[in-house]
Structures are given as C-alpha cells and as structure tokens.
C-alpha cells in the first residue's frame, strides 16, 4: 500500500493520521484485467480506450463511498473548506432542485442542459441553500472535487485509488461488460440507472 508522500501529491498540510484506519476497508488482491473500452460511446481522450491488458497489485479500498457524516467529522476536525463552498456554487440534477431554487438559476450548460450550475450548492447543502444533509448523514458525500478528495484521504492516512485500481474493483470481477448489469442499457426495457 502506497502513502500519501509517495505519491508525491501537493497539497496543503492537513492533520494526517499516524496509520490508515483499515476498519470499513476490504483487501482487493488484484491482478491482470481488461481495462477500458473501444466502443464508440467511450472518449479515448479520457483514458477510457483502447482497451490493455492491466495488472494492479493487491489493494485497500473502503467497502463504501465517504458518508456525509464522515466526511463532517473530516471538516469539524481540520476546519476545511471545500472548493465548492469557495466558489459558492456546484452543479445539482436539474430534478433534484426545489421550484425556488430552479427560479434563482442562471446557467445550464449548452451541451448538458440537465445540470444547473446552483448557488450555495455544497457537501452540506447538496441541492442549493434550501437543502440539506440532516436525514442523509448515511448518504455518500458530494460536491467534492478532486482536492477536496485528495484533502480528505489525507486526514484520514488514507489515499484515492488510481484509475486503474477504481476500474478493477468496479467492474467486480466481471471482464468487459458494459455496465454492471450487463451490456444493454435498458434490459427487457427497464431503466437500470437515473
């Protein structure tokens, strides 16, 4: 297992744990697999193909995404900001937000108009200022970009997995399906996601 310095990431000095905490963590022994895609859908310019053949050394990846309730220990005890909170503003669904909210909005992007760019969106407030994560604690967090990440992993003595490792665990084991579930999108016409 790698740590935070060997991985040579700079980032701002935060409170580091003397030894990751393993509770809540599973050892993936790793090995050889087929990473990426060569279907149209996937971007080449993102990584995402053509298709290797990898090999990632066994790892440590925790059994969940960080809860909200986790990730505001992390922030009670480091009193960090997150770079939402800096910019004052996050992505949110579009039918996530309140009428309110979807009134105040000025922005959707032209080429992902689902997505409005909603002022005070942030970890604790995911859907705008009239939201909140009271009755979500169990939820996983969001809003949080990379450096938030990166942040986070390092108070906890903890660190992200590369993409490669990420790919590994999601695809659980299975080679080259498309989604989870299998190849289709819509199997038998049911909706599998969104």
């Known amino acids: 297992e790698r740590t935070i310095e060997q991985q040579n990431l700079q980032i701002a000095p935060l409170k580091l744990k003397n ?30 193909g053509p298709v290797r053949r990898v090999t990632v050394l066994p790892f440590y990846l925790d059994e969940t995404s960080v809860t909200n309730e986790q990730f505001e220990k992390f ?55 009239d939201s909140h994560i009271k009755d979500r604690m169990d939820h996983p967090v969001i809003h ?19 993409e490669a490792e990420w790919e590994f665990a999601a695809r659980g084991g299975f080679e080259q399906l498309t989604f989870p579930w299998g190849n289709e999108l819509e199997p038998d016409g049911k909706h599998m996601c969104n």
């Open 75 to 129: 922030i009670c005890e480091t009193g960090y900001v997150t770079e939402a909170e800096r910019f004052g503003n996050s992505f949110v669904f579009h039918l996530l937000i309140s009428d309110e909210t979807a009134a105040k909005v000025k922005q959707a992007p032209a080429e992902i108009p689902w997505w409005r760019l909603v002022d005070g969106a942030n970890w604790k407030n995911p859907e705008g200022p």
């Open 19 to 48: 030894k990751p905490d393993k509770q809540g963590m599973i050892l993936l022994e790793g090995g050889d697999f087929l990473m990426g895609t060569n279907d149209q859908q996937g971007f080449p310019s993102d990584g995402e």
């Open 144 to 162: 949080v970009t990379w450096n938030d990440a990166i942040a986070y992993c390092r108070w906890a003595g903890k660190r992200l997995p590369t």
